[in-house]
């Protein structure tokens, strides 16, 4: 997939996030999240992936039930996993209903201190 490709596929995805994915990325945006960067619906080798702080190498995935057992996203994880990334992924309905919980098990991810 050229650059350009999926440069334009990434602005789509941005400006159509699921309402999952908005209630995340309000908690992750403008480095609230103990100053980590993360950029949302970002190009990483041939893949999009819906969070990513580049600093730290951790992905976060927010999945609905269309990637229950998908082997293109173990393909895709080990490919992630091979070039040094993190992978955390959590359902829609986990982000919706227990936020904090998600973010909590964010930050105990990564090698920030809990606020």
């Given at each position: 997939m050229g650059v350009k490709i999926k440069t334009s596929i990434s602005r789509?995805?941005?400006?159509?996030?699921s309402d999952a994915e908005q209630r995340l990325w309000s908690r992750l945006r403008s480095q609230q999240l103990q100053g980590?960067?993360?950029?949302?619906?970002?190009?990483?080798?041939?893949?999009?992936?819906d969070f990513v702080c580049l600093e730290i190498k951790l992905i976060i995935e927010v999945d609905g039930g269309q990637h229950s057992g998908d082997i293109r996203d173990e393909i895709r994880?080990?490919?992630?996993?091979?070039?040094?990334?993190?992978?955390?992924?959590?359902?829609?309905?986990q982000v919706l209903n227990e936020t904090e919980a998600v973010v909590e098990d964010i930050l105990r991810n990564t090698d920030s201190p809990s606020p």
């Open positions: 789509n995805l941005r400006s159509n996030l980590m960067k993360f950029r949302r619906q970002h190009p990483v080798g041939d893949y999009i992936v994880d080990s490919w992630l996993s091979g070039e040094g990334f993190k992978i955390l992924r959590y359902w829609n309905n």
